[in-house]
């Protein structure tokens, strides 16, 4: 089993754009076992209050928290399927909407898509 976390580090769109911070876990089956994702899950940074700054946030934060903890995208499929994954184009810094949430989870898995690419990369030359 490979355990990856990523942290987030943005701003909301609003408010200043007050900084926030957001940890992504994956846990994923070994290269064998085609690294499906097996455990997904994001999170506020511990001690970090940023997310609260969030237009959405203020509106229904519990919602907004509970729809974050529960997406998981990808869930079950090998993760070179985000390299083929169409989402909508949503740079925003917040969490405020699915569609920015989603390019924010397509990016962290794009970015242990290639560390792992890199990684079996150099085992393969020892």
């Known amino acids: 089993m490979?355990?990856?976390k990523f942290r987030y580090e943005g701003t909301t769109c609003s408010?200043?754009?007050s900084p926030l911070q957001f940890d992504y876990y994956l846990k994923l089956s070994t290269?064998?076992?085609g690294y499906k994702i097996e455990s997904t899950s994001c999170a506020p940074?511990?001690?970090d209050l940023g997310y609260t700054r969030?237009?959405?946030?203020m509106n229904n934060g519990e919602q907004l928290l509970k729809n974050i903890k529960k997406e998981e995208p990808l869930l079950g499929r090998p993760l070179d399927d985000v390299l083929k994954w169409e989402r909508r184009y949503s740079p925003a810094g917040c969490y405020c909407d699915l569609d920015s949430r989603l390019?924010?989870?397509?990016?962290?898995?794009e970015v242990i898509h290639y560390a792992l690419v890199q990684?079996?990369?150099q085992k393969s030359e020892i």
Do not use: F, S, T
């Open 2 to 4: 490979v355990e990856a």
């Open 15 to 17: 408010n200043l754009g």
């Open 31 to 33: 290269a064998r076992g």
């Open 45 to 47: 940074a511990d001690g």
């Open 54 to 57: 969030m237009c959405e946030y």
């Open 103 to 109: 390019h924010k989870w397509g990016l962290v898995l």
């Open 119 to 121: 990684y079996e990369k």
